[in-house]
C-alpha cells in the first residue's frame, strides 16, 4: 500500500510562486508516473502535469505550460510542483497521484487511471 501526503499549498497574491511537494511511503514509486491533478469548486478534477519513474518525460495541461514544473526525487520518493505566475483561475485544492507505469511513457491524463492519491492541499491566488 501507498501513501502519499501533500502539502505547500497556501494563500498568495497573482503572480506570485508556490511549491507544492508530495511524500510518498510505503514502497517506491519508481515503475509509477506522478502526476497533479486539481479540482475547483464546481469543477471536474483535471489534470495538471505528469513526471515519468525515469523523469525524462514531463507533460503539463496546456493551462499551465510554461509556469507550471514538476520535479520528482527517486531517493526521496517525493514529487514537486512548482508554480510560478499564479492566476485567480488556478485557485484549486491540488492532490498528487501515482498511476502505475512501468513502462514510463507517462500517458495517463484521467484520474481514474491513478492508484494512489493524496488528501490535497488548497491553493487560493487572489487579492
Known amino acids: 500500500q501507498v501513501q502519499l501526503t501533500d502539502s505547500g499549498g497556501g494563500w498568495v497574491l497573482p503572480g506570485e510562486s508556490l511549491r507544492l511537494s508530495c511524500a510518498a511511503s510505503?514502497?517506491?514509486?519508481?515503475?509509477?508516473?506522478l502526476g497533479w491533478f486539481r479540482q475547483a469548486p464546481g469543477k471536474e478534477r483535471e489534470f495538471v502535469a505528469i513526471?515519468?519513474?525515469?523523469?525524462?518525460?514531463?507533460f503539463y495541461a496546456d493551462s499551465v505550460k510554461g509556469r507550471f514544473d514538476i520535479s520528482r526525487d527517486p531517493d526521496k520518493n517525493t514529487v514537486n510542483l512548482e508554480m510560478n505566475h499564479l492566476k485567480p483561475e488556478d485557485t484549486a485544492v491540488y492532490y498528487c497521484a501515482a498511476a502505475v507505469d512501468p513502462i514510463g511513457w507517462a500517458t495517463q491524463r484521467a484520474a481514474n487511471e491513478y492508484r494512489y492519491w493524496g488528501q490535497g492541499t488548497q491553493v487560493t491566488v487572489s487579492s
Open positions: 510505503g514502497r517506491t514509486l519508481r515503475n509509477y508516473s
Open positions: 513526471v515519468s519513474g525515469s523523469r525524462s518525460i514531463e
